[in-house]
């Protein structure tokens, strides 16, 4: 139905950018709600943000808010989180998700499709 790939995890100095890529194989892509998830080791996966299928709305968790902007362009399947301002407690594997659902769905019961995660490490 619809496959996920993350791209552009890496090492990043404290303070410092990355941009996170999605690419979605599957011609429903741009009818999803999409978002961005989060796990750390011996943590429990956490919810990042999310976005509607129009990209008109956008929901982020408090510990990034400010600091995250996701995004998407549905001519290119594409996903995208911009993150700045990285500190050490962003320093995890990123998933991304989607289903048909509503954007709130994604938050409260996550999309049925899951990428294979994108390391991210940020150094102080």
Do not use: H
Request: aromatic share 12%.
């Amino acid at each position: 139905q619809v496959q996920l790939v993350e791209s552009g995890g890496g090492l990043v100095q404290a303070g410092g950018s990355l941009r996170l890529s999605c690419a979605a194989s599957g011609d429903t892509f741009r009818t999803y709600s999409m978002g961005w998830f989060r796990q750390a080791p011996g943590k429990e996966r956490e919810f990042v943000a999310a976005v509607s299928w129009s990209g008109s709305t956008a929901y982020y968790s408090d510990s990034v808010k400010g600091r995250f902007t996701i995004s998407r362009d549905n001519a290119k399947n594409m996903g995208y989180l911009q993150m700045n301002s990285l500190n050490a407690d962003d320093t995890a594997v990123y998933y991304c998700n989607a289903g048909p659902g509503a954007v709130w769905t994604i938050k409260t019961t996550r999309g049925q499709y899951w990428g294979q995660g994108t390391q991210v490490t940020v150094s102080s």
